[in-house]
């Protein structure tokens, strides 16, 4: 009999569940104090100089492309590598997601990549870091802002992480955080946008609160809409931001542990980490010979795994844009070598801070019985 290693677990402990309880006690669960606390740490953590709180990150997101004053006639360039709600921000929006290829190495989308895509309506640049580093992200924003280009930095799975020491989601115009339940720190639901744009702020706070910038009054100078949170959420947020160093370090144990454990088999090798960024491993993703046999041969052990991104342009969602006359070039599969080759080959291991050490023994004799016999 097999034992059973799930892909990911949310960490949460009785800390959390204090933390609620006393939301409780305070009778305030709207947003309120405990979300005025998260802000500010968030904003040290990340040294931006302005942040709201969303409910999640695609909406984030959205309301960080609003803000900027995104919408209907616009192309928006996004990583056909990253997670659907990247692209689906943009959609939201009545812009258009234009997707570029990745270096398969990193799994990140550079200058390069985003040159070749770039179409007369481009207005605005989507980078995504991708699994716990950055992309190249200094040099993109030069590249983009020097084309008049606004960046929107996906930094959903990037709290923490840095390039060249500055923290991801601060080099573009607007930063978006995620804190589903599978991110370094989690409030079950939840997003940020940070900016160091006076005005895009603004907008941000009008947008997100039904065109107030304070709750209390029934004049809406603007129209907005309800992107708040919860308080309850961010009292959970603060104590997982307090857990926030033990958390990075327990993955970066994890991914030692496997990289140790696998070291000898050349059939599988881990991706790259992009040159002066720091990494706090997203998923323990590695690139496998046989990757579909192997993770059926995994999951009759109990061990369960995820293969790499769907390329966003191959989704069936964007069928209808993918059957555009203008557009059908921008789909074709020879554009995306890097994507398809990371879809195909990839394979995320089970990895969260909860996941036992012997576990990580128990997953990685698997691969090596699969390979070894
Ligand atoms: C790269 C990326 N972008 C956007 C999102 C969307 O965030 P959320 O699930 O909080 O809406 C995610 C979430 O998984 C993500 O990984």
Known sequence: MSKKVVQFAPFLGAEEYEALRACFERNWITEGPQSEKFLEQLKTLTGARFAVLAPNGTLALYLGLRALGIGPGDDVLVPDFTFMGSATAVEMTGATPVFCDIDRRTLQAGV??????????????????????????????????????????????????????????TFGDVGCFSFFADKTVTTGEGGLIVTDNEHCYSALRLLRNQGRMDRGSFIHPAVGYNFRMTDLQAAIGLVQLSKLDGIVARKQAL???????????????????????????????????????????????????????????????????????????????????????????????????????????????????????
Request: glycine letters at 6%.
């Open 112 to 169: 390069a990549h985003m040159e070749a895509a770039l179409t007369p309506r481009t207005r605005a640049v989507m980078p995504v870091h991708i699994y716990g580093m950055t992309c190249e992200i200094g040099p993109l924003v030069a590249w983009a802002h020097a084309r008049k280009l606004l960046v929107i930095e996906d930094a959903a799975q990037a709290l923490g992480v840095r390039f060249r020491g500055r923290h991801a989601g």
């Open 255 to 373: 991914l030692a542990l496997y990289r140790e454990r696998l070291a000898a088999l050349p059939q599988v090798r881990f991706i790259a980490v992009t040159p002066e960024s720091s990494y706090i491993p997203f998923r323990v993703a590695v690139y496998a010979e046989r990757a579909t046999e192997l993770m059926k041969f995994m999951e009759a052990r109990g061990i369960q795994t995820r293969t790499f991104f769907y390329p966003l342009h191959r989704q069936p969602a964007f069928a209808a844009l993918r059957d555009d006359p203008g557009r059908r070039g921008q789909f074709a599969d020879a554009r995306f070598p890097g994507a398809l080759y990371a879809f195909e080959h990839g394979v995320c291991l089970p990895s969260f801070p909860s996941l036992p050490l012997e576990d990580v023994h128990y997953v990685c004799d698997a691969i090596r019985d699969f390979y070894q016999g």
